[in-house]
């Protein structure tokens, strides 16, 4: 007869982990945290906790360990207009190095080529491949723009099509306008040598929208997010004709005096 506790040890157990389950889970969600600030910008932990559906503490650690890994860094979170009590919250903005990870092993050919391109034709010919490289962007853009949908901004529909492009791409409003921010730079690496490439595509975002627009910051620069402002369109002018000014007393006639007929006295 068998014992109960030889029938027992039969009984499977809770499945244990392997040891490197742990570690694999950990790193799938630091993935996911870096991908959030990727594609959303400087965050917060709270804001990152909230899109991932997990605890502020648990973001917190995730956020050192990258932070010593050196991929992210913090600052103070900037404060538009009036600023409250208390120190501002920090945001977490990808490093580099974090952004390394994203770009493509082929940075390091295109700032040779383009080095050799200038020294050997002139820092001309740099601006003209840039010029070429946004060309047939610019032309797809503006059949898309064509076609967006009449509830969309020019901006939204910009923004729409950058993210198409892997730009990661998103806009918000400003007092005097709306601001298209970039989250993602595919050739940052490559700006931060050549800011041809930024000027090139700041031209066709003017042209694109008919306004003149101004970059307020870039990644290649060192900031989080590239951002563009995008002004207001300046409104028609008003087709009320401005009121003439009064006429002057002296030369105001008097509608209920009579004038002599010439060559008569009063």
């Avoid at 910008?41 to 360990?65: N, Q």
Wanted: glycine share 8%.
């Amino acid at each position: 007869m068998k014992t109960s506790q030889s029938a027992a040890s039969r009984v499977p157990g809770p499945t244990v982990p392997g040891p490197h389950a742990a570690t694999d889970n950990d790193a799938s969600t630091r993935q996911r945290v870096a991908n959030s600030i990727l594609q959303h910008g400087p965050s917060t932990a709270a804001e990152l906790a909230e899109r991932l559906g997990l605890t502020a503490a648990g973001i917190r650690r995730h956020l050192d360990v990258l932070g010593a890994r050196g991929a992210v860094q913090a600052r103070e979170q900037r404060v538009y207009g009036s600023r409250g009590r208390g120190r501002p919250a920090k945001v977490f903005l990808l490093t580099d190095s974090g952004r390394a990870e994203f770009y493509s092993s082929y940075d390091d050919l295109a700032i040779k080529a383009l080095t050799f391109l200038s020294e050997a034709v002139g820092p001309d010919a740099v601006v003209k491949f840039a010029e070429s490289r946004v060309a047939d962007a610019e032309t797809r853009y503006r059949e898309m723009m064509d076609q967006a949908d009449p509830a969309l901004s020019p901006a939204q529909t910009l923004a729409a099509a950058l993210s198409g492009d892997g730009y990661v791409a998103s806009t918000r409003p400003s007092a005097v306008g709306e601001q298209l921010c970039q989250h993602h730079c595919p050739v940052a690496h490559v700006a931060e040598k050549f800011p041809q490439l930024c000027e090139a595509e700041t031209d066709v975002f003017s042209r694109l929208l008919g306004v003149h627009v101004q970059r307020l910051a870039t990644i290649a620069h060192g900031d989080g997010v590239c951002t563009t402002h995008i002004p207001h369109t300046a409104a028609p002018p008003s087709s009320t004709a401005a009121p003439s000014p009064p006429l002057s007393s002296t030369a105001a006639p008097n509608a209920n005096t009579e004038t002599p007929p010439p060559g008569k006295a009063n």
